[in-house]
């Protein structure tokens, strides 16, 4: 598909000839920190600029030697699926002296390194930007101890700062996730989701600790993932009195035929006195009052291990490379600056913008600011707390408004890992705003068949964390039945639908708004959440259920290669799924570290087969011992799965050998990952309350019924750049390709050329989408409503 003309990188006009640039990672470590620093030195090289590594962070820097050794391409290898940094991170009490920023200055010095990549919290990007700040002074007392000559003052006269923060925490200020957050996330949710079998087993409650000693993020989010009980963070104490009505919940939940409780602790959690409130005062609490078996398990570093998501793997990949870009742009009076993404944009930020604001939320958390800290948290983490209260705490039936509104869900097209959690959040919103919900089993197909029944709050128990559609899904369009479904419809007294799907539920919404001129049942509020591995829904840039598929897909090529560690130069032709939308191939194709994907949306011939496996060739000649290759099983009706890997096979002798492997349905297996649960949460709950409002708008008082026959009363709700937006279906008619069912305009055939870049094939990059520095004041990322998703 063509695409419009950008500015774009070429080495003529961006160049990164005669510059040095160090990359190093400090502090904690973080899942995907790999992945940033193989991006940084493929990006690096590629601009012409010479990159060095310095091993164990500000340490490596003060004691210099081989510390600070260069990078080459084959040096970041094999690294994008390992967890930790293998350049090694440590705490540097030498660093934080002037004698150690002078020793680290005349290191880098002597390499001629004066770009700085610095991976890292916001206690080593403080000290990277001092020693920024500094840097002027050291070289001159440098030149006075003859240690440099004065030459070089002029020649090393400004250092440039760039900071991508690394942090499980998600603790900083001015980013939607920092790098780790989401794969912590699925190591904590892989711990719940094991303990909840042995804990419904035995009717338990189960007490688990996160990481998390000033910011409750981790909490939070895996307690919205899982459906815990009860959830505590240092951002938000609870009120006096909260072990009698934490007790009370648990009981009730008990009484409800629940056969287990969860309940989640930050680390620093504390009351409204400061006072710490660990696992054990809580285990003592539940048994004290209530009797319940109780365990208490710490998850502890376990958090931080095992290989990074999906998520993380391109976060740092996009962010690496942005960094490199920042650091090839900036001049003597650039500030230092931090690179993130918000929604699917990149951004830059001033650093210490950045860390004033993190530090401000500290200080309102310590002078009992509670409510501000949260504010200052950004309103994503405010929207996460008043989601998980809404869907976590029922109110009472005297407490709840009275709507007389009957509202239905359904799943419509293939099932999504998250549609589950869309359900229950529907659901549960729908019955606090005072309606009526209904279920209906198997898509139009169960609607016109009536498989329409009440669905109660306590029916969505434990929903979350179930894959699949648990309502039933198919792929039936309501044109053939429209006159049954309105009978349904008249039937049920349903007011409004809220329909979660791909392509067909898409399609069936544009039916049943051209069906509104025959049947006024269909005269409704409408509205559908996108929900397809596929990710091919016009209006939404992200849709329920790819992340999961992304991380199948990736953790499987994971394995694929790992196959081929015994074995000497082996190809992998890989086939996702997608139908003709190739983002699977492509973003799984970043975050595994493919050498090629083909796809329908970038049309390829013979010539292209050929030079790839040429390019192919020539890495395997030297270190590159394993290739892999995804195709979209749609890209082209001639050039096969099968046909790649003939053609690789026979064109490859002598050189390398090759494997095929279809990854089929898997892909839409699974339990859904933290991403997927938290974006189908929350979309959903976003989705309900729109159809609340339009109930409220189109209610006639003098017929005493609902009447919606407006372009608007039929939306789809979708995250376009940063922000959800409410789109009428009939509007996206012109941005959708209906022969291929995609999008006319993908935003992610952007990543495309950095998947190339990053490859070792010389392409152009597109970088009209590049950060610009923003200020944190104006900007806010975590303001936006992209960052819904987590």
Known sequence: MAQPDTKKIFFENLSGAGKAIAVLTSGGDAQGMNAAVRAVVRMGTYVGAKVYFIREGYQGMVDGGENIIEATWESV???????????????????????????????????????LCVIGGDGSLTGANLFREEWSGLLAELVEQGSIERQSVETYSALHIVGMVGSIDNDFCGTDMTIGTDSALHRIIEVVDAIMTTAQSHQRTFVLEVMGRH????????????????????????????????????????AGMKRLNII?????????????????????????????????????????????????????????VEAVLALLETTANTPACVVSLSGNQSVRLPLMEC????????????????????????????????????????????????????????????????????????????????????????????FYKGQIKEIKWADVGGWTGQGGSLLGT????????????????????????????GFEAFLSLLELLTARGKYEEFCVPMIMVPATVSNNIPGSDLSIGADTALNAITTTCDRIKQSASGTKRRVFIIETMG??????????????????????????????????????????????????????????????????????????????????????????????????????????????????????????????????NTEDSCCLLGMRRRALVFQPVVQLKGETD?????????????????????????????????GQLEHVVHHLPKDSDASVAM
């Not at 959690?269 to 409130?277: G, L, Q, V, W």
Request: glycine share 8%; charged share 25%; aromatic share 8%.
């Open 738 to 770: 209906f022969v291929h069912r995609i999008p006319k305009e993908q935003w992610w055939l952007k990543l495309r050329p950095l998947m190339k870049i990053l490859a070792k094939y010389k392409t152009s990059y597109d970088v009209s989408d590049s």
């Open 264 to 320: 989640i602790v930050a680390e620093g959690a504390i009351d409204r006195n400061n006072k710490a409130i660990t696992t054990d005062c809580i285990k003592d609490l539940v048994v004290k009052c209530l009797g319940f078996d109780t365990r208490v398990t710490i998850l502890g570093h376990v958090q931080r291990g095992g290989t990074p998501s999906a998520f993380d793997r391109i976060l740092a990949s996009r962010m690496g």
């Open 215 to 254: 910011c409750g993020y981790l909490a939070l989010v895996s307690a919205l993932a899982c459906g815990a009980d009860w959830v505590l963070i240092p951002e938000m104490p609870p009120e006096d009195g909260w072990e009698e009505k934490m007790c009370q919940k648990l009981s009730a939940n008990r």
């Open 579 to 708: 139908g003709y939308c190739g983002y699977l191939a492509t973003v799984a194709g970043l975050a595994a570290g493919a050498d090629a994907a083909y796809i329908y949306e970038e049309p390829f011939d013979i010539r292209d087969l050929q030079a790839n496996v040429e390019h192919l060739t020539e890495k395997m000649k030297t270190s590159i011992q394993r290739g892999l290759v995804l195709r979209n099983e749609n890209s082209n009706e001639n050039y096969t799965t099968d046909f790649i890997y003939q053609l690789y096979s026979e064109e490859g002798k002598g050189v390398f050998d090759c494997r095929k492997n279809v990854l089929g349905h898997m892909q839409q297996g699974g339990a859904p990952s933290p991403f997927d649960r938290n974006f189908g949460t929350k979309i959903s709950a976003k989705a309900m309350q729109w159809v609340t409002k339009k109930l409220v708008e189109t209610f006639r008082q003098d017929e005493g019924r609902v009447f919606a």
């Open 77 to 115: 290898s094999s690294m994008l699926q390992v967890g930790g940094t293998v350049i090694g991170s440590a705490r540097c009490k030498d660093f934080r002296t002037h004698e150690g920023r002078l020793k680290a200055a005349l290191n880098l010095v002597k390499l001629g390194i004066t770009n």
């Open 355 to 446: 860390v004033q604001m993190t530090q401000e939320v500290q200080k309102a958390m310590d002078e009992k600011k509670f409510e501000e800290a949260v504010k200052l948290r950004g309103r994503s983490f405010e929207n996460n707390l008043k989601t998980y209260k809404l869907l976590a705490h029922r109110k009472p039936e005297s407490e709840l408004p009275i709507s007389n509104f009957n509202v239905a869900v359904l799943n419509v097209g293939a099932p999504a890992a998250g549609m589950n959690a869309a359900v229950r959040s529907a659901v549960r919103v729908g019955i606090s705003e005072g309606h009526k919900m209904f279920a209906v089993s198997d898509g139009f197909e169960g």
């Open 474 to 501: 198919k792929r039936t369009l309501p044109a053939k039945h429209v006159g049954k479904i309105a009978e349904q419809m008249r039937t049920h007294n349903i007011n409004a639908l809220l329909v979660i799907g």
